[in-house]
């Protein structure tokens, strides 16, 4: 009976270290793909935004377009949200877009936003108070390993 005891143990503990070198295993390919989808980010021109208006309507157009390149090894997928928000911080025109760029390819995007006219003081967008949001989320291995990025910049205005 205690021998049967003893190698039930040492099958625990056998199962529980291969299991933790398992995780360890994933966890360092997990990282290293990140790092890899991310250079890919900051290397290459992959956000290009575009602003332009409307000359009947006197509306804001805001166009983010890129192309996504993944240098790594397992499939990426990329949340992709830009919010403008007023001094209050009330949505004045919010958009996303979601990306799977697989595994060492490219995929194009294109994120467009319509600010109203009446939301930019006098025609004048350098003028205009609020804020710019910006939500970056990279999954990877069926969503198991990621990160989120929340970026909020406030405009001066007057």
Excluded: C, H
Excluded at 37 to 49: E, K, R, Y
Excluded at 56 to 63: F, R, Y
Excluded at 110 to 129: Q, Y
């Amino acid at each position: 009976m205690a021998l049967k005891f003893l190698k039930g143990k040492r099958a625990l503990k056998l199962s529980y270290r291969a299991l933790m070198v398992a995780t360890i295993i994933i966890f360092i390919v997990g990282i290293s793909n990140l790092m890899l989808f991310l250079g890919g980010l900051t290397s290459s021109s992959s956000f290009a935004p575009k602003l332009s208006r409307d000359e009947i309507t006197g509306d804001w157009t805001l166009t983010f377009s890129g192309n996504l390149m993944n240098r790594g090894f397992l499939d990426v997928t990329l949340f992709f949200e830009i919010t403008i928000l007023d001094i209050d911080e009330n949505v004045i025109a919010t958009n996303s877009t979601t990306a799977l760029v697989r595994a060492g390819s490219s995929q194009p995007f294109s994120l467009v936003m319509r600010i109203p006219a009446d939301m930019v003081p006098d025609g004048k967008i350098e003028e205009a108070r609020g804020y710019f949001q910006m939500r970056m989320a990279i999954r990877e291995l069926g969503n198991l390993m990621g990160l989120t990025q929340l970026m909020k910049i406030g405009s001066g205005g007057q």
